[in-house]
């Protein structure tokens, strides 16, 4: 279904909908995403990467505004920060006990995925977490710094959700989305097949040196938001399309401006141009984390680490591609092994029940 879309990204849509809301949609994920990128480049932020990216993900995975989504969204934030403290400040000289609260805390977030409403808090909770516990596991990290920036850039994301609803308005009224109605075995199935696989990543990157590798991390930890194998799957396929897409646009886009990145005058409306096609991909596949929201989001978080053309282009973009498919195959094998595990007993097994009959 993606690759279909993204086939006729170029041409007459035919049975794809593209409706007024869709194009609302797509203008406040570019508008968003550019702005926050510009303020991220002017006052030259540490944690660039939260500034964009927290925008960017919320205009695309939740398309209305409302006071449950804002306050979902920075009471994540806020109790994220107080826990990273109490985990790496107090935990981090016993690592059994430390990797046991860990895995809670993603098992916790990942049933409030898993049971719906509040779906929002538990996702942002879940990447707020990953990436502040491989950020502050490095001795170079300065914690004011990094705690500051992720409530700053939560409050800034909600600010310009709101402003952004407000100048761009949905033409019609959205439906609710249908309920999933799902049995206690498949949610404990849900949240501990998920927490599990991610509770492993995180122990990966506390034992390897892969500051570096956050584009991986994203990688590996978006791709469980399904919460089941099979979907898993589906959101890696996505993924990497995604990011190959994303990468090979910033690498021509570096290699057109090279020594004039610094003109945001010049990058602007390039960058633009690249939000827009994934905005646009995005919204038009309806499948929530699929082939567009990974463009738009690699996007946003190689220009909110401040890329640069100083160093050798064609290496950075072959790293982030190779290292987010290495990420995806060794992620992908953990839920398979999860998955039959969990299915091995009653309680957890993995069955959707048919539909009744009405």
């Not at 516990?133 to 959700?161: G, K, Q, R």
């Not at 049995?183 to 492993?200: C, D, F, P």
């Not at 995806?328 to 969990?342: M, Q």
Request: hydrophobic content about 50%; proline content about 5%.
């Amino acid at each position: 279904m993606s690759i279909n879309t993204l086939a006729r990204v170029f041409t007459p849509h035919g049975n794809i909908v593209y409706t007024p809301n869709d194009f609302r949609q797509t203008l406040r994920i570019v508008f968003a995403g550019m702005i926050a990128l510009s303020v991220s480049s002017f006052y030259n932020t540490t944690y660039g990467v939260f500034y964009v990216v927290y925008p960017i993900m919320l205009l695309s995975l939740v398309p209305v505004f409302n006071r449950h989504v804002a306050k979902q969204f920075v009471f994540s934030a806020s109790i994220n920060c107080v826990e990273m403290v109490i985990i790496i400040g107090y935990l981090s000289q016993w690592p059994v006990i430390m990797t046991l609260v860990v895995f809670g805390l993603y098992v916790m977030r990942f049933r409030f995925m898993s049971q719906g409403p509040l779906f929002l808090f538990g996702s942002m909770g879940v990447v707020c977490q990953s990436v502040m516990l491989n950020f502050m596991s490095y001795p170079s990290t300065n914690w004011h710094t990094l705690l500051f920036s992720n409530i700053e850039a939560s409050v800034m994301a909600v600010c310009l959700s709101a402003l952004m609803h407000f100048l761009l308005p949905d033409v019609e009224p959205r439906q609710r989305p249908p309920l999933i109605e799902k049995n206690a075995a498949r949610v404990r199935h849900e949240s501990l097949l998920s927490g599990t696989v991610v509770t492993l990543i995180f122990v990966v990157f506390q034992i390897s040196d892969l500051s570096d590798s956050l584009s991986a991390l994203m990688a590996g930890v978006l791709i469980l938001f399904p919460m089941h194998y099979r979907g898993a799957v589906m959101s890696s396929l996505w993924r990497v399309v995604g990011v190959v897409l994303g990468c090979l646009y910033i690498l021509v886009m570096q290699l057109l401006l090279y020594d004039h990145t610094s003109h945001m005058v010049l990058m602007m409306p390039l960058i633009g141009l690249g939000l827009a096609f994934g905005a646009r991909l995005h919204v038009m596949e309806k499948v929530g984390a699929g082939v567009g929201f990974a463009s738009i989001t690699t996007i946003g978080i190689m220009f909110g680490q401040n890329m640069h053309p100083d160093g050798d282009l064609v290496f950075s973009d072959l790293y982030r591609i190779v290292s987010v498919t290495v990420a995806l195959v060794a992620t992908l094998t953990l839920v398979f092994l999860v998955h039959l595990i969990l299915n091995c007993f009653e309680p957890t097994r993995y069955v959707i029940e048919p539909p009744k009959d009405e």
